[in-house]
Each structure stands twice: as structure tokens, then as C-alpha cells.
């Protein structure tokens, strides 16, 4: 039987027909050491804990189907080692974090961040053993309140990726971690998912951000040089509410300003969020990142709360699984809908519409990077290089165009969509702040001038 065959029932009351379950896809969603897609995952920086979360102890992490341990040793140095010791294989969240390095707690072998033997006080004084072994060990790094390591090979290691976001005035970034009990794709692919803005978020039972997002929007996806991006246009009277949101490959995505009502005159705010799903192995996932906390993505009805964000909790509704069962029913959010996708979303079974263009389209990026990796090529996107910022383009615009009639809005929200991309994506070629004011200024001048000097 090919298990990869979809399953469809054709008639009522028609179950006893389609009870087989087809395979995963496992080429997307099979991350283990050597599987195609985790090879590929492996060659860019990864965040695997928040900074928050090193103290006096180690800490054991699961990623990519690894068993490691994390730590910071007393002299503030930041070691990601495989958590069994090389000697016979004690755990090493029971180690001693020393000043220079850690201790496994069996025989007292020390290892140093980089895995050199330190010590192996038991052994004979001219013991050969710690000159010719390694404990396993992967290069971290820390930035933004966020552990990154990378665990690829080690002469392909790239730069880590300056994205312009991290660079923004008056911009707080605040960590946040969360755990999910399903593969990572289904995760990451709901990013480019904004139908489920609609639905999910809105009309399905009440507003969780604002009554905008239950418009729905004429969308495009576009492939960028990063990866790729939604362009959602909605009307909200006098005014369209344009939102681009970023896919970075491999798995990083941007979205805008959560609570954004679209109500107000704006050009060019930047990410809410810039988050990573990180396969801890390929049914559990981690989806880390920062929260961007500005005037421009800020809630004005006070709903961005910073102390709200951490390990298990984000500031906005139904990303986390620690809500009580029935409220999570009553309301179900992001993680009740990705998560009871199954543990592996079953590609098989689905039966994708026209709102899932974006779905597709991120499905096959995804898949030719792969592919790129496993034919011994490098990945093809935009990745970080030394001394570079990378721009990137999730962005939220209101802007002042009339209504049309039925037909010809639509045309006008689209237009107003690409040329928003235009400028952002296509002929902006600066890089950080001062491309925030120049990209601004030539949205702001999208509003059709003699309503907009007269509203204003
Ligand atoms: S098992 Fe770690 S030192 Fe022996
Ligand atoms: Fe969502």
C-alpha cells in the first residue's frame, strides 16, 4: 500500500473508508540527526533556551532529536555540550558548574565549553585519554535574552544573522519560550495561515485582538530573497489596514502589531514578534523568540505587557496549552489548533483551498532547501555575513484610500498591497534606521492626498 496515498471519504456517514492513516511527510518534518530535513535545519543558528534560564545549574534541552546540556559556567561563558559524558555516560544536568567549565558528577571528569578534557581526576597522572577525546560540544552564542547555538558542520558554521529588527529606537525585546507537543512544520506554517486570523482569532467565538482581523483580507504571497511574505489588505472605512508578515528561512517568522485595529493613520511599524520553532525532536517543538515591545506595535488599550513573557507564557491569547481544558474548548487558540493537527500533521489527508496558498508556497521553499542541502549545496536564502544587517519586511501601514464599489475596492486593496510591497521588498535597498524613516515617508504618501490633508 503507498501511505502516502490520500485517503478521501465520498459518501455520508463514510468513516469505514478512510480510517487508514497515511505516513507523515518526512521529508519536512523528520529533523533527527541525518534525516534531510534536519540536516538542513542544522545549518543555520538555532535559539535553544533563554539566557533567563542559566543559573547555578545545568540545564538539560532536547533539539533537533540531540540530548544536551546547557549551561553558564562561573566565568560566564556558555557551553552546549552532549549531555551524556564521554566516559561511561552519567548525565550531565547533574554536573557541577565550575569556573571553567563543568564537572560530571561520576568520576568527576571536567569538560570545558568547547568539550576539551579538563580533568579526569581519577585517572593516572600521564593518562593519554583527555589529549586524544572531545565531549561532544556545539558553538552558542547569546543575543537578544536567547541561547543560539549551531549544530551543524563545523566548517560550514555561518554568521549569525543581524536582522534590522534588532536594532529599532526605543524598542525593548523580551524573551519568550514555549513548549509544544507537535511538530514544528504545522507550527511554522500557520504563519503564512492568515485566513486563520479570520476565523480562529475572530469570528469563530470572540475578538482576540481586534474586530480588523475578522475582515477578510485579499491576500498575496510573495517568495523574498529571506523567504517569504503575506500582503493582507482590509478596509476599515476610509482607511486601508495593509500588514505584511516575514518568513525567514528556515523556521523564523515575523508578525506584526498583534492588537493592531487599523483604525489609525500608520506607515511602516515593525514586528510584535520575532520567533523561531525549533524542533526539540520531530513531534515536540520550541517556539522561542523575542517580543518587541515600542510605541509602534504597542497595544493602546494596554494589552502589551512585557512581564507577561517568559518561560511557558507570551502577553496574548492561546499560546500556550496552561490554560484550564474547557476554556481552551470555549476558546480554543494557536496552540489548541496546531497542536491537535496530530503530533505529525498528516499532509495526506488534507484538503487544501485557495486560502492555503500560502501553506503550499511555504511547504515548497522549505522543501528545496532541503533538497539544496542534501545535494551538497549551500541554502538559498538570505543569511547572515559579518558586519551586515539584514533587512527584513513584516511591517503594518494604514492608509487613507476610499471605497469603492464591491469589485473595484477589491482591485484597490490589492493595489495598495503591492505597492506597499513595492516599497518595502522591491526598491528599498537601505538598511536599518534610516531606511525606517525613508520607507515611512513613501507609505504615508500611498493615502490619497486631498482626503488625507483634509482629514487630518
Ligand atoms: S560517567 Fe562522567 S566521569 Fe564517569
Ligand atoms: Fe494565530
Not at 242 to 255: C, F, S, T, W
Not at 270 to 293: C, E, Q, Y
Amino acid at each position: 500500500m503507498d501511505r502516502q496515498k490520500k485517503e478521501t471519504v465520498r459518501e455520508p456517514y463514510g468513516l469505514y473508508h478512510g480510517r487508514r492513516l497515511p505516513q507523515e511527510d518526512a521529508e519536512l518534518t523528520h529533523v533527527g540527526p541525518e534525516t534531510p530535513c534536519g540536516e538542513y535545519m542544522r545549518r543555520f543558528w538555532q535559539p535553544v533556551a533563554m539566557t533567563s534560564e542559566l543559573g547555578e545549574l545545568p540545564v538539560a534541552v532536547r533539539i533537533l532529536g540531540e540530548d544536551l546540556v546547557v549551561f553558564r559556567d562561573k566565568s560566564g561563558r556558555v557551553g552546549l555540550l552532549d549531555r551524556h559524558c564521554c566516559h561511561r555516560g552519567t548525565s550531565l544536568e547533574y554536573g557541577i558548574v565550575e569556573d571553567r567549565g563543568i564537572r560530571c558528577c561520576y568520576h568527576s571528569w571536567k569538560f570545558d565549553v568547547d568539550g576539551t578534557i579538563l580533568e579526569t581526576p581519577g585517572e593516572p597522572a600521564d593518562s593519554k585519554i583527555k589529549d586524544k577525546t572531545f565531549q561532544g560540544a556545539y558553538p552558542a552564542l547569546e543575543f537578544g535574552g536567547l541561547v543560539f547555538a549551531y549544530m551543524g558542520p563545523p566548517a560550514l558554521k555561518p554568521a549569525f544573522p543581524t536582522y534590522d529588527v534588532f536594532d529599532q529606537p526605543d524598542n525593548r525585546m523580551v524573551p519568550y519560550s514555549l513548549t509544544y507537543p507537535c511538530n514544528w512544520l504545522q507550527i511554522f506554517e500557520n504563519a503564512m495561515d492568515p485566513a486563520h486570523g479570520v476565523f480562529l482569532h475572530t469570528r469563530v467565538n470572540f475578538e482576540h485582538f481586534s474586530p480588523a482581523w475578522g475582515e477578510l483580507p485579499v491576500t498575496e504571497f510573495r517568495e523574498t530573497p529571506l523567504g517569504m511574505i503575506y500582503i493582507t489588505s482590509r478596509r476599515i472605512d476610509d482607511l486601508v489596514w495593509v500588514r505584511m508578515n516575514d518568513i525567514m528561512l528556515p523556521n523564523v517568522v515575523q508578525a506584526g502589531a498583534i492588537w493592531e485595529a487599523g483604525t489609525r493613520r500608520k506607515a511602516f511599524t515593525r514586528a510584535g514578534l520575532t520567533r523561531w520553532t525549533v524542533p526539540i525532536d520531530d513531534t515536540h517543538s520550541l517556539v522561542i523568540g523575542v517580543r518587541h515591545f515600542n510605541d509602534g506595535v504597542n497595544d493602546p488599550e494596554g494589552r502589551s505587557i512585557e512581564a507577561e513573557c517568559g518561560k511557558e507564557k507570551v502577553d496574548f491569547l492561546g499560546q500556550t496549552g496552561e490554560r484550564p481544558y474547557e476554556e481552551r474548548q470555549r476558546v480554543p487558540g494557536d496552540f489548541d489548533a496546531q497542536v491537535s493537527q496530530r503530533p505529525i500533521a498528516l499532509h495526506a489527508l488534507e484538503h487544501l483551498g485557495t486560502t492555503d496558498r500560502g501553506v503550499s508556497m511555504l511547504r515548497r521553499i522549505v522543501r528545496k532547501g532541503i533538497r539544496a542541502v542534501a545535494d551538497g549545496q549551500e541554502p538559498d536564502c538570505v543569511r547572515g555575513a559579518p558586519g551586515t544587517v539584514i533587512s527584513t519586511n513584516c511591517q503594518d501601514s494604514v492608509v487613507r484610500v476610499p471605497a469603492r464599489t464591491e469589485r473595484d475596492d477589491e482591485i484597490a486593496l490589492r493595489d495598495v498591497g503591492r505597492a506597499i510591497a513595492r516599497i518595502v521588498v522591491d526598491e528599498d535597498n537601505g538598511v536599518g534606521r534610516e531606511r525606517l524613516h525613508r520607507v515611512a515617508e513613501r507609505i504615508a504618501a500611498l493615502s490619497e492626498p486631498a482626503v488625507a490633508s483634509a482629514a487630518e
